[in-house]
């Protein structure tokens, strides 16, 4: 039997689907109001300020790119954001033409604490919406991002989120398999990453401890966790990529979550035990800007030749009553202007 062919949909339909959907969208998630997050910044102050937050150090046209937005307009709003004392500036070492942008003290308190609104707002819309609903809508935000950007979409082509059932057995079995292959641990690592992983199940505080599994064409590919070891202290564990999904910056994004959790849960520290052969995991710690502070050697899992190392990395947070007094100060000037 002949297949009948369904109609190509018309220009003017595909026209009025888009602005359908951005119609939707943007009523949706608030950015019609005037002010972002009730605060005093509109949507693209709040996006520069995003991108001056997770970046290291900028200049001006790294950011205008990255937006796409006018070198005059920008211009503007960081003359704004130098006069609210939000941002600094300085001239970059061998070319005084070239300036670096960071942002201040009071403007990553402006940032963490917008950065906390969003994550709220962001978290009660999917809180209706049950995980495969949730897994079928990330997945058609990147679908919308490949088709739109093919090439933006080929450098990262996975999607971050937080654990579910059936994770942990995942988790311990790849490491299992992935370091005996590797490395030649024997089957007492694995025992060791099972314990971990029970015991962030079951002694888990969402608040201030978390677990993120990377997928990609709906498979897991990577993992880390953020548990607590005091109130101050933070611990990195289980890093893992696979080696399907290597060189997609995948390890780098994750410790990366690690971190801007840590910052947003208001830890002092971010720790982590690792060996010093999983040079990929060490070098993505070194970007970051976790520094080794101890060796030692040890045998362990069926080796007798391994180095194990600590890294740390201040997170740098004032402490929860000074940020607090710190944030609400700076949203209060931002709301009046000043």
């Given at each position: ?17 888009v ?21 005093s910044l509109?949507?693209?102050?709040a ?19 990255e ?13 704004h954001f ?54 079928r809508?990330?997945?058609?935000m990147?679908?919308?991002e ?8 080929s ?8 654990h579910?059932?059936g ?24 025992a ?12 888990l505080d ?15 590919v ?10 101050q202290v933070?611990?990195?564990r ?14 780098r ?9 840590a ?43 391994l ?30 202007g000043?």
């Amino acid at each position: 039997m002949a297949r009948i062919r369904e109609p190509a949909a018309s220009p003017e339909s595909g026209i009025e689907g888009v602005r359908h959907f951005n119609r939707f969208y943007t009523r949706r998630i608030g950015v019609l109001q005037a002010r972002l997050l009730q605060s005093s910044l509109s949507l693209t102050e709040a996006r520069v300020l995003y991108e001056l937050a997770h970046r290291e150090e900028p200049t001006a046209t790294e950011v205008r790119r990255e937006l796409g937005l006018d070198a005059g307009y920008l211009s503007r709003i960081l003359r704004h954001f130098e006069k609210s004392g939000w941002v600094a500036r300085r001239p970059a070492s061998g070319d005084a033409r070239r300036h670096l942008l960071s942002l201040s003290r009071p403007g990553r308190a402006l940032f963490e604490a917008l950065n906390a609104r969003s994550d709220g707002e962001i978290r009660r819309m999917l809180d209706g919406i049950p995980p495969r609903g949730q897994e079928r809508l990330l997945r058609a935000m990147q679908a919308i991002e490949a088709v739109l950007e093919p090439k933006r979409a080929s450098v990262a082509p996975y999607l971050i989120r937080t654990h579910r059932p059936g994770d942990m057995g995942w988790v311990v079995y790849r490491h299992g398999v992935l370091y005996s292959e590797e490395y030649g641990y024997d089957e007492r690592f694995e025992a060791l990453v099972a314990e971990i992983a029970a015991a962030f199940v079951q002694h888990l505080d969402p608040a201030r401890e978390r677990c993120w599994i990377a997928e990609r064409d709906g498979e897991r590919v990577g993992s880390v966790f953020l548990v607590a070891k005091s109130r101050q202290v933070a611990k990195l564990r289980l890093l893992l990529v696979e080696p399907s999904a290597r060189g997609l910056g995948i390890g780098r994004r994750l410790v990366e979550e690690c971190v801007r959790f840590a910052r947003q849960s208001r830890y002092r520290k971010l720790v982590l035990w690792t060996q010093s052969e999983l040079k990929a995991a060490r070098r993505v710690y070194e970007q970051v800007g976790f520094r080794r502070t101890d060796s030692e050697h040890h045998a362990s899992w069926g080796r007798d030749d391994l180095v194990s190392e600590t890294w740390e990395l201040e997170v740098q947070a004032p402490r929860p009553e000074a940020a607090e007094r710190l944030a609400q100060k700076t949203i209060t000037a931002a709301g009046t202007g000043t």
